[in-house]
């Protein structure tokens, strides 16, 4: 049994999913004669996936390319589960890893179950209790630990979450977030922010960034006016800068309501490396993203979630983030509050990230090696020990 090397398949196709599952990536390569690693790219956010498979250095053995324009999730269901299909029945894994809620990572979950391989989850056990907020990721990843056998759950929330759901506790192992990790590793690489011109001198930046399905319509055009109202009022001390996502239905409405305010600066989305120092450089971020939630953190910035639910308690709890909404006029008031009040942004700024030291992937790749026999000890879970 100890002499056999294990084939783990990682399969990933948006942003958020390659920048937490390299950390993976990166340490399975250390143990080269335990493990096999396939990965498979479903090339959902092409562009952006790439950039971040190239920075470090990282090459899929399988690319899908699913990606069609305005695709509905019912494609992208189909498409990857049609596109992994083959791959499980031509490498047969002893295990495929996903990450998170999206859609892909379901599909991909989905797919080994049918085949009788063992699923393993990156980043799970999150929970709104809210099955359409946000929609489809509240589904995505419930359904998901229904068919996965090792969970590896990023807080104790998380793991508490899964244990209440009655999910056996010798599957589930508590690791922290690859997210740190993944931005520890990447800010480590520098980067010249003048290369993309996005400094206004003299100006506090505050970092936008807003694009669930939830929030389009009604609750991305308040906060749009918000923002507008934000940077009219304070143009002299503040500036936005606001990656706008490349779906269609996003960038009909900030363009309509942000086009053409001079200290509100409409930029294509970014890359993950200059991205990450752009969180370093803000005064403070506005969001709806999940991983933003955990990652800011990380540089001392105070986090606005434009969301009326987090599967995130865990900042919420430390103060570090601020669940506010989407409502006009809340925004902009949370925001007065962190311009116009130092301690209030300095309570938000020192308080400690509860997400992770840089050290999941690492104790995710300790979890697979006790699993396989091929280590005597269940590692010591995140929170448990010391470096």
């Known amino acids: 049994m100890k002499n056999k090397k294990f084939k783990i398949m990682i399969v990933f196709g948006t942003r958020p999913e390659a920048i937490k599952m390299v950390p993976v990536i990166l340490e399975l390569q250390k143990f080269q004669d335990e493990f096999q690693t396939v990965l498979v790219s479903t090339g959902q956010h092409r562009q952006m996936l790439d950039q971040i498979l190239s920075l470090f250095n990282i090459k899929p053995n399988y690319d899908l390319n699913i990606m069609k324009k305005e695709q509905s999730l019912s494609d992208i269901v189909v498409n990857s589960i049609k596109g992994i299909d083959p791959i499980i029945l031509r490498e047969k894994p002893d295990v495929l890893l996903v990450q998170g809620d999206t859609s892909t990572a379901f599909s991909a979950g989905l797919a080994a179950f049918q085949h009788k391989v ?54 589930v192992f508590l690791t922290g977030n690859t997210v740190i990790d993944a931005l520890n590793l990447t800010i480590n690489k520098p980067f010249d922010l003048s290369e993309i011109n996005l400094e206004q001198p003299d100006k506090k930046m505050i970092l936008l960034t807003t694009h669930r399905r939830e929030s389009f319509g009604k609750p991305m055009e308040d906060t749009c006016l918000a923002v507008s109202t934000l940077a009219k009022k304070y143009n002299k001390e503040i500036y936005f800068v606001f990656p706008v996502h490349r779906n269609p239905v996003v960038r009909r ?38 991983g933003i939630q955990e990652e800011a953190p990380s540089f001392g910035k105070p986090v606005l979630v434009l969301r009326e639910t987090t599967e995130r308690p865990e900042a919420i709890t430390a103060g570090t983030v601020r ?65």
């Open 118 to 171: 063992l699923v393993g989850h990156v980043e799970a056990g999150l929970r709104t209790g809210n099955k359409n907020n946000p929609f489809p990721e509240e589904m995505n990843r419930r359904l998901l630990s229904s068919v996965s056998d090792l969970h590896f759950a990023p807080t104790a929330i998380s793991k508490n979450n899964l244990l209440a759901e009655g999910i056996k506790p010798d599957s």
């Open 253 to 290: 409405i900030v363009d309509k309501n942000l086009g053409g305010i001079e200290n509100i600066v409409l930029t294509d989305p970014l890359d993950y490396h200059p991205f990450a120092h752009m969180m370093k450089k803000s005064n403070f971020i506005l969001t709806d993203s999940g």
């Open 323 to 387: 669940l506010i909404g989407t409502n006009t006029a809340r925004i902009i008031e949370e925001a007065e509050i962190l311009l116009e009040d130092k301690k209030a942004y300095d309570k938000m700024a020192k308080a400690v990230n509860p997400y992770g030291d840089g050290r999941a992937a690492e104790r995710i790749v300790r979890a697979l090696l006790y699993y396989f026999g091929l280590r005597d000890k269940k590692p010591v879970e995140f929170g448990g020990e010391t470096k």
